[in-house]
């Protein structure tokens, strides 16, 4: 992570580090979908028309996304990391990325529905039922039921290095933290050695990212139903 992500780099250079990785993380859920999705794989072999759709709806609703999510949070750590900074809490990264991971998430998805009834006069051209349907596709996105499930799981996959390493450069500098999550942190990771220790401890806040995702998306659809 150290390499790849620092707020010396030019802007340029980080986008682009962000992009590959915001990629590898992509193609093979994006794979792992199509196999998994009766008759898909054939359908997008027989007509080019769909292929064309699925690609046009990967690069500008899948891409941007991941991307966007990505940038922010590799940002986030950056700036943690600076010594010039505050350096003293990197083990604050998944509360502070989580809520801002989860809005990004869902504002992304909003904005991008509408510009596609817009210019792609996707979802009948109505960009009230481009908003409408967001909650409900994102309510199955994180049982990989749509192909958003691909993007929220995307992001995970790129989160979980990210909050690892976090976690880890936290459980090493110190170890005389007051608050009652982190002394439950600590001495967690301290039974399982501090490196592992933080990958268990980041897919919790992964998988809490992804329960907290279909909370949102149900109090949406539930808001739409009144």
Same mark, same amino acid.
């Given at each position: 992570?150290?390499?790849?992500?620092?707020?010396?780099?030019?802007?340029?250079?980080?986008?682009?580090?962000?992009?590959?990785?915001?990629?590898?993380?992509?193609?093979?859920?994006?794979?792992?979908?199509?196999?998994?999705?009766?008759?898909?794989?054939?359908?997008?072999?027989?007509?080019?028309?769909?292929?064309?759709?699925?690609?046009?709806?990967?690069?500008?609703?899948?891409?941007?996304?991941?991307?966007?999510?990505?940038?922010?949070?590799?940002?986030?750590?950056?700036?943690?990391?600076?010594?010039?900074?505050?350096?003293?809490?990197?083990?604050?990264?998944?509360?502070?990325?989580?809520?801002? #991971?989860?809005?990004?998430?869902?504002? $992304?998805?909003? %904005? /991008? *529905?509408?510009? &596609?009834?817009?210019?792609?006069?996707? +979802? !009948?051209?109505?960009?009230?039922?481009?908003?409408?349907?967001?909650?409900?596709?994102?309510?199955?996105?994180?049982?990989?039921?749509?192909?958003?499930?691909?993007?929220?799981?995307?992001?995970?996959?790129?989160?979980?290095?990210?909050?690892?390493?976090?976690?880890?450069?936290?459980?090493?500098? #110190?170890?005389?933290?007051?608050?009652? $999550?982190?002394? %439950? /942190? *600590?001495?967690? &990771?301290?039974?399982?050695?501090?490196? +592992? !220790?933080?990958?268990?401890?980041?897919?919790?806040?992964?998988?809490?990212?992804?329960?907290?995702?279909?909370?949102?998306?149900?109090?949406?659809?539930?808001?739409?139903?009144?």
């Amino acid at each position: 992570m150290n390499p790849l992500f620092d707020i010396k780099m030019p802007f340029w250079r980080f986008a682009r580090n962000t992009l590959i990785v915001s990629c590898l993380s992509l193609l093979p859920l994006l794979l792992l979908y199509i196999l998994l999705t009766p008759g898909f794989a054939s359908m997008l072999l027989d007509n080019r028309m769909a292929l064309n759709r699925f690609l046009r709806q990967v690069l500008t609703n899948g891409l941007p996304v991941v991307f966007v999510v990505n940038y922010l949070s590799f940002f986030l750590y950056a700036v943690t990391k600076d010594g010039q900074r505050w350096t003293n809490v990197p083990e604050l990264i998944p509360l502070i990325d989580l809520p801002i #991971r989860i809005t990004v998430f869902v504002a $992304l998805h909003a %904005f /991008i *529905y509408v510009i &596609s009834a817009d210019w792609f006069g996707s +979802f !009948g051209g109505d960009k009230w039922q481009a908003l409408r349907v967001v909650g409900p596709t994102l309510m199955r996105s994180a049982f990989f039921e749509n192909i958003s499930g691909v993007y929220l799981y995307a992001t995970m996959v790129s989160a979980l290095p990210l909050y690892t390493t976090a976690l880890q450069r936290g459980l090493d500098k #110190r170890s005389d933290r007051t608050a009652l $999550l982190w002394r %439950f /942190i *600590y001495t967690f &990771s301290e039974k399982l050695g501090h490196t +592992f !220790g933080s990958f268990v401890i980041a897919l919790i806040f992964l998988a809490a990212y992804a329960l907290l995702m279909t909370a949102l998306a149900t109090l949406l659809v539930w808001l739409q139903s009144l």
